[in-house]
């Protein structure tokens, strides 16, 4: 299925565009080195326009295969799969085909002299940018000596002079360094950002793991020494009941029915803690979030005073709508505003990324974080304010809501 661009994380760009770049390489190698120069230089004979004609053939299929070639190569080094064997062996022969013809071209004079070496240059690219992948760089230049040696014997072999053998060399060795740079550079920066990605997962991965942990110790602090004196004391209870001591007994079960209402009062509490979201640190959280991801954001007013449900509800609207800039936008700037007025309290959330579901969209993000506001009687409006620009703002009704002292805003460069 394919993915629109806008839909696309940046990483998932970079990649594209690296792809298309190394595939486009072959196609303008091709009309600028093969195609171009010999147009005028072909001498006028049925033999010369035979092999040109082939030769040209031959390394447009060379385009071709390079077109499924080097994409599977850039996956294997990715490590996402194999080349398969069969385009491997296409390509190489093709190359070996196209060498074999500009040998003929040589040692029959069907070119004007030293027109031959821009061919030359291209004839082995389409499999240099492919092979530079799937091979260490040493390895790879040490066979591409090798492949040049036997390729000047063929061509002496067919008459080439010493000065042709030298402009032969010269180009072969050209060729495979710059193979190496164009593909293997791009890719080595998609291999650092992918292990960058995956490491951020993780660490989110741990974060949640590690709350859970809190979570557990919380609730085995509360309810393990609650739970071992209700075991004590219930054992207790039976053996004075089967001593006849019915009233110390009861006096037990009614301690063991007190600390049971304690126990999940308590429980409750650890359960609302965990719950909860304060929107102080959701605001400074979600501009260190952009700011670090290259997005300037700027955060205006103060959660100070706020009951503490309706921080909850609307610290998740400032969770949810940065999750959202970070993961569908393409956002340069964004803006959160906090205004607390005598009747209710009004967040916004404003950036300049809109595109399919920059900051937010219409899909289950949202009707989660409505279902939140409901629970305090707010409502939540999201949508495309202007070309560009996607706003969230959220309201919540606040009785007795403090007086607004002076606003105080931040920035990624610190407090203004």
Known sequence: MRVRWRERSKIERVELQNRVMLRALCWF?????????????????????????????VQLLQCAVADRHIPAALDQYLGRGAVPRKLQIAALALTAVS?????????????????????????????????????????????????????????????????????????????????LLCSRCGAWNLSVMWDSERAREVEARLA??????????????????????????????????????????VAQMTEVQRIAQESQKEVREVVRG???????????????????????CTVTGSAAGLPGDVQSALGWVVREATTNVLRHGDAKACRVDLVTGAEEVVLTVENDGAGTGAGGGQGSGLAGLRERLAAVA?????????????RVVARVPVAG?????????TSAEGVR
């Open 29 to 57: 190698f091709f009309a600028s080195w093969s195609l171009w120069p010999l147009i005028g230089g072909i001498r006028h004979t049925g033999l010369a326009y035979g092999l040109s004609g082939a030769m040209l053939l």
């Open 99 to 179: 060498l074999g013809l500009i040998a003929a071209l040589i040692g029959t004079t069907a070119l004007e002299h030293g027109l031959f070496a821009l061919p030359l240059l291209f004839a082995p690219t389409p499999l240099g940018l492919a092979y530079a992948l799937l091979v260490p760089p040493r390895r790879f230049l040490l066979q591409w000596g090798v492949a040049t040696l036997a390729t000047l014997g063929v061509f002496a072999l067919a008459g080439a002079d010493l000065g042709q053998l030298g402009v032969s060399a010269g180009m072969l060795a050209l060729t495979g360094p710059l193979s």
């Open 208 to 249: 949640v793991a590690e709350e859970r942990l809190r979570f557990g110790r919380d609730l085995h602090d509360v309810m393990g020494r609650n739970l071992s004196v209700v075991a004590l004391k219930s054992e207790l209870a039976v053996q004075l009941a089967r001593r006849g001591r019915t009233e110390d007994a």
């Open 274 to 296: 965990y719950r909860e979201v304060d929107l102080g640190v959701e605001l400074a959280g979600a501009q260190g979030v952009l700011s670090a991801a290259g997005i300037a």
């Open 378 to 390: 707010g409502e939540l409006e999201a949508g495309e304010v202007r070309a560009g620009v996607f």
């Open 401 to 409: 809501a403090p007086e607004p002292a002076a606003v105080r805003e």
